[in-house]
């Protein structure tokens, strides 16, 4: 039984259509989803990714609008790399930024920036296996766009110790050089990495809420008892929709969950215009005249016209 990389990682911004304007309109990613948060229904949920929300593209949004900005500390995910294929890549990209007025840093593999609300994001070139997870955008050609996340490194407070045996015995994932790790799947792989601080976080916008593994379908509740027998505080099996989930907050810190492949996003709507419409939880669709008075309303740039 092995993880299959990352599925999905879920950020909190404060502004929603800033959200869609950078991730789906300058990053070019799909805008896959537009929901609320299960927990809080008077939040938007917003999912991005490749063309058909493949896990492993997947990067989501709960909209908590003006909340002040966080800043990433100890026990938190602090950089989110993204794939692209080539190192013309980066040129590309770090003259779209410019244009967008973004400041960025442009290293030999990598180009780092931070978004709106200052999550930091590094494209690095991924040529060590990944097949691409594209999205097609008019202003980026294929051979720039963004293939799909390959990273996420992280603040450890307490020395990768705490973590270790969770990652490796547990999860699966092979350990490198100076508390850096890797997940390998079947087809995918993730690169999972620690730098030391001191400093204690504050979650608010653009800082990383959790980050999902993904598990085969068949494996996932066998995934949940491993993960409740290294002695994790493991939830039950939720239904998030468009995969099950559970969570636990691993040693350092970090919410951790895990999640299926399916259903998917095709499940109530149709591929081509996933993320054009308010969908809501069964369990919150009487809330729907009220959440769309409250939610600012959003324009997906795929949706051929204003409320298409
Ligand atoms: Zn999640």
Redesign the pocket.
Known sequence: MKLEGMH?I?MITGDASRNVAFYAGVLGLRMLKQTVNFDAPEAYHLYFGDERGSPGSIL?WFEFAGTQRGRAGAGMIHTIQLGVAAEAALDFWAERLAANGYERRRQQRTLSFADYDGLRLELVVADDGNPPLRAVHPEVPAEHAIVGVEGARAYSGRGTEADRELLTETLGFTELAGGEYRVDGRERHFHWGYDRTTEVGVQGAGSVH?I?WHTRDEDHRRWRQRVANAGMHVTPVID?DYFL?VYFRQPQGILF?L?TTSPGFAIDEAPEHLGEQLRLPRQHEHLRPQLERTLTPLRNPRAGAVGA
Request: no cysteine; proline share 0%; net charge neutral.
């Open positions: 999905h879920t989501t959790h999902a998030r989930a969950e999640s």
